[in-house]
């Protein structure tokens, strides 16, 4: 039976504010007008998450410079750790959480003991970032860990390094430490309290056929937790598929301004379609109502109306034995319905009934 929940909405800021303090204010309050649960933006420091030969990915070549290195977009894209604050403190007043991407331990770390959030988000590129996720385990904080680009087995062994994480404070001897970490049934019921998955293309912007909304189902089937979606397609259909198919989480990415420069814009929605998305997922959530299937309010003052009922095919005299000639299936708002029409067959009338009339059990012997 499907319960009603509440998707959780992230409005993905990203690196959308391209460096500018304002820019991340604005998007603040963007996400917070459209009705999103959380703003999420990007921590790191450049450094510790791109060494000088990284390559820029295609998409990015494409929506910045293709001349400047990848580590010099990311310098130019971090948030100080006072912006962070500002940006808690206008997620504050606007009545929006706060939440970030760790992409480096030193992040992870200020994100959880300094800023005190109670969720982390962890990228596709840190579904086997071991150490990472060691320490995102030991953080005590929930985990949103998105799973793009990888296998199952990927995502398995991930789930045995939070286990492990999660169940020993000890420094793992190698890998198979993870995959015996799985064996324990408390580990898992650790990992059902903090973890969820989210399903991700990783690609900016997706394909539509590329996005394999199913795999959802298979993480869910496999490992017993909670599956979410980060959407990087364009449009909004596949994250209103996702929450159809019982997606958790949604996360999307936005901008002011799909035209400005910068590496995620091109790829994301801008604060119309982000208030268009909310609203939808909600709609969607209030549709897919609680699995029983049984009327609702509406439906029953309407069944009277549209249903059929038992009338008399002719005039019957008082004492008539009825046959399936004498009865016929009308709207008409009887209290026989037509389903019991062969249950009369055989019935004497103890009461004449009108050509049209619908019967009724009273007058019936």
Not at 7 to 16: D, M, R
Not at 27 to 40: E, I, Q, R, S, T
Not at 149 to 154: S, Y
Not at 310 to 328: F, K, Y
Request: net charge negative.
């Amino acid at each position: 039976m499907t319960s009603l929940t509440k998707t959780i909405i992230i409005a993905e800021a990203g690196v959308n504010h391209n460096g500018d303090l304002d820019i991340a204010l604005q998007l603040v309050d963007c996400a917070a007008a459209a009705g999103a649960d959380y703003v999420k933006f990007q921590t790191f420091k450049a450094e510790k998450l791109a060494s000088s030969t990284a390559r820029k990915a295609e998409y990015q070549k494409v929506t910045t410079d293709a001349t400047e290195s990848q580590l010099d977009m990311l310098r130019r894209l971090e948030l100080s750790a006072d912006a962070h604050r500002v940006l808690i403190k206008r997620c504050a007043e606007r009545q929006i959480a706060f939440l970030s991407t760790a992409f480096d331990i030193d992040s992870l770390t200020f994100l959880g003991n300094v800023l005190k959030l109670d969720t982390l988000k962890l990228g596709s590129g840190e579904l086997t970032n071991g150490p990472i996720l060691l320490a995102a385990a030991r953080s005590g904080m929930k985990l949103m860990l998105s799973t793009g680009m990888g296998t199952l087995a990927e995502v398995e062994e991930a789930l045995g390094v939070l286990a492990f994480g999660m169940m020993t404070d000890g420094t793992p001897k190698a890998r198979q430490d993870f995959a015996a970490a799985l064996l324990k049934p408390a580990a898992w019921d650790a990992l059902r309290a903090r973890v969820t998955l989210l399903h991700c293309t990783t690609e900016y912007p997706a394909a539509v056929a590329d996005t394999n909304l199913r795999a959802m189902d298979t993480m869910g089937a496999a490992f017993g937790l909670p599956v979410g979606y980060s959407d990087h397609t364009e449009g909004n259909a596949m994250s209103i598929a996702a929450v159809a198919r019982g997606a958790v989480v949604i996360e999307k990415h936005f901008t002011l301004d799909r035209g400005m420069v910068g590496p995620d814009h091109a790829a994301s929605v801008e604060p119309a379609d982000l208030a268009a998305l909310v609203r939808d997922i909600r709609a969607v959530e209030a549709g897919l109502g609680n699995g029983i299937k049984q009327p609702g309010g509406a439906e029953v003052r309407n069944r009277l109306i549209a249903r059929k009922c038992v009338v008399a095919a002719r005039d019957l005299p008082v004492g008539h034995t009825l046959s399936e000639d004498d009865l016929a299936s009308k709207r008409a708002g009887g209290p026989i319905s037509a389903m019991a029409i062969w249950d009369l067959v055989g019935q004497k009338t103890t009461e004449a009934f009108a050509f049209d009339q619908p019967l009724h059990f009273g007058g019936l012997s």
